[in-house]
């Protein structure tokens, strides 16, 4: 696999301490995301980060989403600012883009596409929480729409840890190049 930072961004996604919190020991996948975004910078890749999140009362959330219907139900007078704060272990620069999105896919009910076509970038290179939420329906969607992606293996995590295994021995390989985070340094 050739590399091209020119037109290669990471994608640090759904990185919130609410979504952190639900996991038991998440130090090494922090600093496994940590070590990526670092060599993004240093590399000149943009770092973008997506949150997912919604206004108050979660007006975008339609009651035939079985999985949003149940967070609405369970937060949605709750309040969202604070529920899509970033790990400040892995927070942004002042200077980098955060995407907020209102479903799974990064893509979905965001900006993600527009900011991507002006930057020129034509390659994802994806971290996140969780490998079967995020990061799969963001695989799907950016190889229906011809980016070209990398898969950072322990750059994302899942509750499940077989499904875990799964997307990213079995799946996303047919979509994407899945690597380690060191992996992707050494390119």
Not at 69 to 74: S, T, Y
Request: charge should be negative.
């Amino acid at each position: 696999m050739e590399s091209n930072n020119s037109n290669t961004a990471l994608l640090v996604m759904d990185m919130q301490i609410s979504l952190l919190s639900r996991l038991s020991d998440t130090s090494v996948f922090i600093g496994n995301v940590a070590k990526a975004i670092a060599h993004a910078r240093t590399n000149n890749i943009p770092v973008l980060y997506v949150v997912v999140g919604f206004r108050h009362g979660m007006p975008e959330v339609d009651t035939n989403n079985k999985s949003f219907a149940a967070m609405k139900e369970r937060m949605g007078t709750g309040d969202m600012i604070e529920w899509m704060k970033i790990d400040t272990a892995i927070a942004p620069l002042p200077t980098e883009v955060i995407v907020i999105k209102r479903r799974f896919s990064a893509f979905t009910g965001s900006d993600l596409e527009v900011i991507l076509r002006a930057q020129g970038i034509r390659h994802i290179v994806l971290t996140g929480i969780s490998t079967g939420g995020v990061v799969l329906s963001t695989v799907r969607e950016a190889a229906d729409k011809d980016y070209r992606i990398t898969v950072l293996s322990d750059g994302c995590v899942d509750g499940d840890q077989e499904v875990h295994r799964v997307l990213t021995t079995k799946v996303f390989p047919r979509q994407a190049d899945v690597m380690t985070v060191e992996e992707w340094i050494k390119i």
